[in-house]
């Protein structure tokens, strides 16, 4: 993992709150967003937590190219994201996906129902905004 990757990764880490809106669309186009808890793995990998019967979840069944921006005031770093998104519901693998998010977001787990699944979101596409120089610099990264 390239340098600026790590810090970038690192950036979303040390973040709090950790919250992120997703972006996603029906098999129409037809878009839906929301502000979601995240959490991320040491290969960049983005965790949320849903309920299954959501509009989100829908569309990625449908269409699993999805969106994310983390950081939204003028006064910090911005990070855009594209990727695929898949839905993790049950099995070992859930097991350890349920962990792992609620290690990083233990407060959310007053949400967490029969119905809870995971998100979980590959990035393909970077873009970092950071509003703290001057001029605010850009950065790209295709993954």
Same mark, same amino acid.
């Given at each position: 993992m390239q340098e600026?990757?790590?810090?970038?990764?690192?950036?979303?880490?040390?973040?709090?709150?950790?919250?992120a809106v997703i972006a996603t669309a029906d098999v129409n186009k037809k878009p839906e967003c929301a502000v979601m808890g995240y959490a991320i793995t040491?290969?960049? %990998?983005?965790?949320?937590?849903?309920?299954?019967?959501?509009?989100?979840?829908?569309?990625?069944?449908?269409?699993p190219q999805v969106a994310v921006t983390?950081?939204? %005031?003028f006064t910090e770093v911005n990070i855009q994201i594209e990727g695929i998104a898949k839905i993790v519901v049950e099995g070992e693998h859930y097991n350890m996906t349920e962990a792992f998010f609620f290690s990083q977001n233990p407060h959310a787990k007053t949400f967490k129902t029969a119905d809870t699944v995971?998100?979980?979101?590959?990035? %393909?596409?970077?873009?970092?905004?950071?509003?703290?120089?001057?001029?605010?610099?850009?950065?790209?990264? %295709?993954l």
């Open positions: 600026t990757i790590r810090t970038i990764l690192q950036y979303l880490k040390d973040k709090q709150p950790k919250l040491d290969i960049l %990998t983005i965790i949320l937590s849903t309920h299954k019967n959501t509009r989100k979840v829908l569309n990625i069944s449908e269409n983390i950081g939204w %005031t995971f998100i979980e979101i590959k990035p %393909t596409w970077i873009r970092k905004l950071d509003l703290l120089s001057h001029p605010p610099k850009i950065e790209e990264y %295709t």
